[in-house]
T-cell receptor
């Protein structure tokens, strides 16, 4: 299957600092990438949809000025958590959509980034 | 509101048995259907995808889709303890991938 990578896999930062997470589709081009957040023992929550070359679409309740998303190319999307606070500590997972044969779509997940804000 | 419903479980089966995971969805326009496996503390891993009515087999896994009943299932044959995880059903309608809350599967040795 297609491969999606994320970096870093784990990050610990001080409150008030910003953290950038990279998501790359390694063997396919993804015009659309997605950012999810998952708190312990809870479901995946879609934060935003990232489209290459255009502004991200944020889900209700997600602050676009706090979670900056840049989809700079067909293989790279970044999520920057600005002025992080302890309540932002979570498991952040990106996902990239692959189009098979121009018709059918499949969505693959990166391995996730565990963020701990002290 | 597009919904994907799954029984949260846990579904407990003995090693070697068939595990049957079920999912229903509300959006009749849904086109693509996925099963992901998520181990605790890890991100979801795609197991199967199915687009057409009927069965699709891949190794020990069989996905079944019935669009008329808006029902998709995953069968795991010869269940192994390593299959113990949360299984997420997901559906793509117009553009968004909508997840169910997942069914926890426990396979006992």
């Amino acid at each position: 299957g297609a491969v999606v990578s994320q970096h870093p896999s784990r990050v610990i930062c001080k409150s008030g600092t910003s953290v950038k997470i990279e998501c790359r589709s390694l063997d396919f081009q993804a015009t659309t990438m997605f950012w999810y957040r998952q708190f312990p023992k809870q479901s995946l929550m879609l934060m935003a949809t990232s489209n290459e070359g255009s502004k991200a679409t944020y889900e209700q309740g997600v602050e676009k000025d706090k979670f900056l998303i840049n989809h700079a190319s067909l293989t790279l999307s970044t999520l920057t958590v600005t002025s992080a606070h302890p309540e932002d500590s979570s498991f952040y997972i990106c996902s990239a959509r692959s189009t098979l044969e121009g018709v059918e779509e499949t969505q693959y997940f990166g391995p996730g980034t565990r963020l701990l804000v002290l | 509101q597009k919904e994907v419903e799954q029984n949260s479980g846990p579904l407990s089966v003995p090693e070697g048995a068939i595990a049957s995971l079920n999912c229903t969805y509300s959006d009749r326009g849904s086109q693509s259907f996925f099963w992901y496996r998520q181990y605790s503390g890890k991100s979801p891993e795609l197991i199967m995808f199915i687009y057409s009515n009927g069965d699709k087999e891949d190794g020990r896994f069989t996905a079944q889709l019935n669009k008329a009943s808006q029902y998709v299932s995953l069968l795991i044959r010869d269940s192994q303890p390593s299959d113990s995880a949360t299984y997420l059903c997901a559906v793509i309608g117009y553009s968004t991938l909508t997840f169910g809350k997942g069914t926890m599967l426990l396979v006992s040795p």
